[in-house]
């Protein structure tokens, strides 16, 4: 098993759709991150939970829904999204338990709204 | 608020060339640093860390970054590339009294001319 592993590897939907992307962790530890990757920009943080509460959110469209039932699940759930929301969805875990910032990722989920 | 800037997007080198990326982040508090590497078709991985201590720090596969607080900089640096070094490279931060919140860059991709 890989550290984070990420499903679906790619998504195609369309606006009125409504699909999750999830991601499970094996590091054992108990903060679990999703970010935006977009050509050429800054990988967006969205999401932290640590401990299944979120702890960071940042200015994230309510289009975007996240879910932490444990500490080994993430679930981002999507709604109604829009072409601009096309790009690769990562999630990530601390490497470490010290909350230094070192961070895992999968593979990440490529979305493409139509 | 945290930001970090990487001015170039794409660089082009021969092997064996000397490589040197730049990052320059904000933030006017106590920072971690990292570079992160993403291989083709692979997940981001951490290529080197500095936390505290000597400025100068070393990573895998030769590669190296030197800490300049006063320039608020942290730039890669690798003496002889090889072509495969060719990746897309990614610089962030993490303000020590807010772990969690990591900051990158919008990332430089390098691509070695065998």
């Known amino acids: 098993e890989t550290g984070v592993t990420q499903t679906p590897r790619h998504l195609v939907m369309g606006m009125t759709n409504k699909k999750s992307l999830k991601c499970e962790q094996h590091?054992?530890?108990?903060?679990m991150y999703w970010y935006k990757q977009s050509a050429k920009k800054p990988l967006e943080l969205m999401f932290v939970y640590s401990l299944e509460e979120r702890v960071e959110n940042n200015s994230v469209p309510s289009r975007f829904s996240p879910e932490c039932p444990n500490s080994s699940h993430l679930f981002l759930h999507l709604h109604t999204l829009q072409p601009e929301d096309s790009a690769l969805y990562l999630c990530?875990?601390?490497?470490?338990?010290?909350?230094?910032?070192?961070?895992?990722f999968g593979e990440g989920s490529r979305l493409t709204v139509l | 608020a945290q930001s970090v800037s990487q001015h170039n997007h794409h660089v082009i080198l021969s092997e064996a060339a000397s490589l040197e990326l730049g990052c320059n982040y904000s933030?006017?508090?106590?920072?971690?640093l990292f570079w992160y590497v993403q291989y083709p078709g692979q997940h981001l991985q951490l290529l080197l860390k500095y936390f505290s201590g000597d400025p100068l720090v070393k990573g895998i596969k030769g590669f190296e970054a030197e800490f300049i607080k006063s320039k608020f900089s942290f730039n890669l640096r690798k003496p002889s590339v090889q072509w495969s070094d060719t990746a897309e490279y990614f610089c962030?931060?993490?303000?020590?009294?807010?772990?969690?919140?990591?900051?990158f860059g919008s990332g430089t991709r390098l691509s070695i001319r065998p």
């Open positions: 990530a875990s601390p490497l470490g338990t010290d909350n230094t910032g070192e961070l895992f």
């Open positions: 590091l054992g530890h108990n903060a």
């Open positions: 933030y006017g508090g106590t920072v971690n």
């Open positions: 962030a931060v993490n303000a020590k009294s807010s772990a969690s919140k990591i900051i």
